[in-house]
């Protein structure tokens, strides 16, 4: 739990990059969802692995109002039914996992996941043959929503996932883009009580997203104009070299 004096406790350099990943939150929410790993890892170098997921959710939550204002009108609501059970079942699982792992295997765990997904996303492009029609099977729908649940729950790192899951699934930019806006939207309100159950949302960190909270429109109108002039084969390559390093860096191995 963040300490009561550590807004006053942050340093002007240590907001300014604060303020750097809000901006990032926009930007992963416009739809360049493996360069969200860049807020995660600030925010948790400045308050913990475990207390930064309260501190930063509120954000996520406003990310996620502008993103469906911006881009959530090319939602594909089959694929939100098909993938959000299994989520909420994996916050179900990732908040019960929360208060029981220890701070320094909360990120190695996280970062596990999402590269296991993101080398089965590459294998898959390099050798389609190998796995045939799995990508719309009922039960690879469950693992990466499953997988999705308990990562959001622990570090807020879902958005790789989920954004794997929809290009195996040959969703166009514009609605995936969309999709994952309504998904998280939902996932991450669903989140705000267990946070605060947990003791990780307090009025101290309410404060500091209200301060930062500008920025994140600020990063969503930026990667809202990126996203709109890169080609599809490019969006979907970026994805997958954004993930691989953010989950990498995750588990410490730079």
Known sequence: MPDTNFLAALSPATLAWLALAAAGV?????GLAGLGMVHIVIFAAV??????????LPLLVLGDIL????????VRWPMVARLLPPSVAGILVGWCLLDRLD????????????????L????????????????????????????????????????????????????????LIATAAWLFLVLNILKLPFSWQLGLITPETLLLNLLLAPMVLVGILAGKQVV?????????????AFTAIA????MGLW
């Open 47 to 56: 308050f913990g692995a475990r207390a930064s997921t309260g501190v930063l």
């Open 228 to 240: 709109k002039r890169i080609p599809q084969r490019l969006f979907d390559t970026l994805i997958l």
């Open 120 to 175: 089965l996303q590459v294998a898959r492009l390099w050798r389609p043959a190998w796995f045939g029609h799995f990508p719309h099977a009922v039960w690879f729908g469950w693992l990466a929503g499953g997988c999705a649940g308990v990562t959001t729950m622990l570090a807020n790192a879902a958005g790789p996932i989920i954004a794997l899951y929809l290009l195996a699934v040959a969703l166009p930019k514009e609605i």
């Open 103 to 118: 701070e320094g295997a909360i990120k190695p765990v996280v970062g596990g996941i999402i590269l296991g997904l993101t």
């Open 247 to 250: 989950a990498t860096r995750l």
């Open 67 to 74: 993103a469906v204002f911006f881009v959530g009108r090319a």
């Open 26 to 30: 926009g930007m992963s929410k416009s």
